[in-house]
């Protein structure tokens, strides 16, 4: 076609500046066209998560109708952080030695084995606490060997210009299985009782067991014969400025400006709201975190992604603080759901760093040390919010948090001059 002959547009087909319009506010699904490896890794991953989010919501009904307590409720997530903590790390490392879509194929088994269990045992009519929590613990361990090797399994099924647009469908995974997942539990565990919505779950892992079934092998690209390590993985981040930075700026976020655990006080104080306005504050960020991966399609073209990380932390600092000084419940609602979205374009580029600027022999260790980042620093961020509001008040937490959020980014983008200019064209580590 020369520029004297235009080519017609069909009836039923927008012009080709309306779908590029499309394609960069949309997320790029050209992962999900190009490799069916990926795109079954997707949908089965999109599944089970659906069915743990049901799983974990059913857990802590069972404990709470067992125990009446709200403490007992609230050990289960300590039962599940700490072998997150503890064994993400190992996972990591483990998953830098051996076959990874064996240890993905062996720890989704295990999972879905774990949710059996728990089926047989409500049908058994076996209600013990302590049993709940050992289930949960050791889901958590499968959790912790799963996340490494599936990850890093991810740059070897696509080539390093799709990275960016596979991570941005994978945020959607998760957040649609924390938003659909526990509503479906509560659904059919008051319709068909605990032991349906476990062995729902168990099936649900089917559809990731089949996808990694599926994979070729997945041995890790070793420079030599020394086995995998947490030490030398932890070292390799000490001397790798640009990946460090990652972590450290998502702890800014994390533990300065992650008012979660002040929401239900926020919902009285505040707005004069009872539990449903509290289910309201802790869904907005999650919305804002699923449309942060479905309208994404504009980030394809940013190629400094060390500069798009301190912009989306300080950005998620400033929702933060502006939150703290609103009493309108609407306005609250969308600060946080601009926080939300702020937080997923965060970790899309830190993840996009993270596959592309490591070799492949660490991304296994990396990704464990940002399953114990992500697990921890959100524990620890509501642990600063709830002391400081106990000390002060809920609004000086939240507000003074989320300007401690940008003035700790801003002092780091300072600080990390090559963490400004990372092109994604020329990464380096």
């Known amino acids: 076609m020369t520029a004297t002959e235009p080519q017609p547009q069909s009836q039923h087909q927008p012009p080709e500046p309306r779908r590029a319009e499309r394609r960069r506010l949309f997320a790029d699904l050209t992962p999900l066209r190009t490799s069916a490896d990926y795109r079954r890794l997707w949908f089965g991953s999109t599944v089970s998560w659906v069915g743990q989010g049901m799983t974990a919501l059913a857990v802590s009904l069972q404990v709470y109708d067992i125990t009446r307590s709200p403490f007992a409720v609230g050990l289960v997530g300590l039962f599940s952080l700490v072998p997150l903590v503890v064994f993400g790390l190992y996972g990591g490392a483990i998953a830098d030695t051996v076959d990874r879509r064996k ?39 499968c959790a912790a060997l799963n996340a490494p090797a599936r990850s890093s399994m991810i740059p070897r099924l696509l080539p390093p210009e799709q990275l960016r647009a596979a991570n941005a469908l994978n945020s959607m995974v998760t957040t649609f299985g924390t938003l659909v997942g526990p509503s479906l539990g509560g659904l059919i565990v008051g319709l068909a009782g605990y032991q349906t919505a476990y062995l729902v779950d168990a099936v649900a892992f089917s559809a990731s067991l089949y996808a990694m079934w599926r994979l070729p092998a997945m041995l890790p690209d070793r420079t030599g014969s020394k086995r995998a390590s947490v030490l030398d993985g932890l070292r390799f981040l000490a001397t790798r400025p640009n990946l460090r930075m990652t972590f450290l700026s998502d702890f800014c976020a994390m533990i ?163 963490f400004r200019r990372y092109d994604a064209l020329d990464p380096t580590p």
Do not use: K
Request: proline share 3%; hydrophobic share 60%.
């Open 103 to 141: 240890l993905g194929l062996f720890s989704a088994c295990g999972s879905a084995a774990l949710s059996i269990a728990l089926a047989t045992a409500a049908f058994a009519g076996f209600h013990r606490v302590w049993f709940l929590y050992a289930v949960v613990a050791l889901q958590a361990v």
């Open 256 to 418: 300065l400006a992650h008012p979660r655990a002040l929401f239900p006080a926020v919902a009285v104080l505040w707005y004069g709201g009872d539990a449903r306005t509290t289910g309201l504050l802790v869904a907005a960020p999650a919305f804002g975190a699923l449309l942060g991966g479905v309208l994404s399609g504009w980030q394809g073209r940013i190629r400094h992604h060390g500069q798009a990380i301190l912009i989306a932390v300080a950005s998620w600092g400033t929702a933060i603080a502006v939150f703290g000084l609103t009493r309108n419940l609407w306005l609250g609602l969308l600060l946080l759901a601009l926080a939300g979205y702020s937080d997923t374009v965060s970790m899309i580029f830190r993840n996009t760093m993270m596959q592309v600027a490591a070799p492949d022999e660490m991304r296994g260790r990396l990704q464990g040390v940002f399953i114990v980042v992500v697990a921890g620093g959100p524990r620890l961020g509501d642990f600063l919010a709830g002391s400081i509001a106990d000390l002060t008040s809920p609004a000086v937490a939240v507000t003074g948090g989320g300007i401690a959020c940008v003035v700790a980014v801003g002092a780091l983008a300072v600080y990390a001059r090559g």
